[in-house]
């Protein structure tokens, strides 16, 4: 029994022809989670639902990890708990937080790999291990069981324990540096944000944001964040948002529109997703431009403008 009464006794599992430790079901719940979501986006977008949730940016305009207290980035992995269980609908757990194809399973997370802290309740149990960098725009997940031999022998003073080299190497990655959904503004560089920023105009900050994010896909929490209104996304919009006013400029926006989708691909934009838009911006074609990709609007041709193109304005999009 560990000091507080909780049995540190592990379940026995039976050695694979290998030497390894077999487990049936970490099996299971691997191959549940695996066929609820084959590409881990479920997951990512859950990630990235909590770390936006913590940063707030809509209401404090705060974009960076830096810019938080150490008691909010202590939450994080609290709300990855919580949105991984909306989003997947996991029943409670009997002794650990959910319970997946009828096994207790404890989330855990930490922003460095490897760094889970585990209670003594959760000795013997499978763990979800989850990982994530708003930096690196990437994170991982796996699953472990809990097992004495794979914990290091120290503690901090609530008598959690990390995972030892063994525990680390026996985790099973179901998504293991995947893609995370990119804050763009982590890749502007200090003098875009500072630009961007020193406007005191929501509306203005979301033109200039669009002007110095081009070729990139900008998301709307980073809208929200930049913008820091409650109606954000018509910001964006024609008739009066950034579409309008950076047209004359020779400025577009594509967003989640099918033709807005074939304008991208045709000149090797990102392509919007949902919630998303790119700008971009264009010059009409002349014999200068020789082959390039080009997109016809109202009749003529238009390419992607050089720094040699000057600004005119441009048709207004489709939004179809």
């Not at 971009?280 to 082959?291: K, S, T, V, Y």
Request: aromatic fraction near 6%; hydrophobic fraction near 40%.
């Amino acid at each position: 029994m560990d000091g507080d009464g909780t049995s540190m006794q592990a379940p026995l599992w039976p050695l694979g022809d290998d030497g390894s430790q077999e487990d049936p079901q970490l099996d299971t719940v691997a191959r549940y989670l695996l066929a609820a979501d084959p590409d881990g986006r479920r997951m990512a977008a859950a990630v990235r639902r909590s770390i936006d949730m913590l940063l707030d940016g809509q209401h404090t305009g705060r974009y960076r990890w830096t810019q938080l207290f150490k008691t909010e980035k202590a939450h994080l992995g609290t709300l990855i708990e919580i949105n991984l269980q909306r989003e997947f609908g996991f029943a409670d757990g009997r002794d650990m937080d959910y319970s997946i194809a009828g096994i207790d399973v404890d989330c855990k997370y930490s922003q460095t790999r490897g760094a889970w802290m585990i209670p003594p309740e959760a000795c013997g149990h499978l763990l979800l291990a989850v990982w994530a960098s708003d930096e690196q725009a990437s994170w991982s997940a796996g699953l472990v069981r809990a097992l004495p031999e794979r914990l290091n022998s120290g503690g901090n003073r609530d008598a959690k324990k990390t995972l030892n080299a063994a525990g680390r190497q026996a985790v099973r990655w179901l998504f293991d540096h995947a893609p995370l959904q990119e804050n763009m503004l982590l890749r502007l560089s200090e003098g875009d944000i500072e630009a961007i920023f020193s406007h005191r105009s929501g509306q203005r900050r979301v033109d200039e944001l669009f002007l110095r994010a081009q070729g990139r896909r900008v998301s709307r929490t980073v809208v929200a964040t930049v913008a820091m209104q409650e109606d954000y996304m018509k910001r964006i919009r024609y008739n009066g948002g950034s579409r309008s006013r950076l047209q004359p400029r020779g400025i577009v926006i594509l967003g989640h529109y099918s033709s807005h989708g074939r304008i991208a691909e045709l000149l090797g934009l990102p392509v919007p997703g949902p919630g998303e838009s790119v700008s971009a911006r264009f010059a009409e074609a002349r014999p200068e431009h020789g082959a390039a990709p080009r997109v016809e609007l109202e009749g003529r041709a238009w390419v992607l403008a050089g720094p040699a193109d000057p600004e005119q304005a441009v048709p207004k999009l489709p939004e179809i």
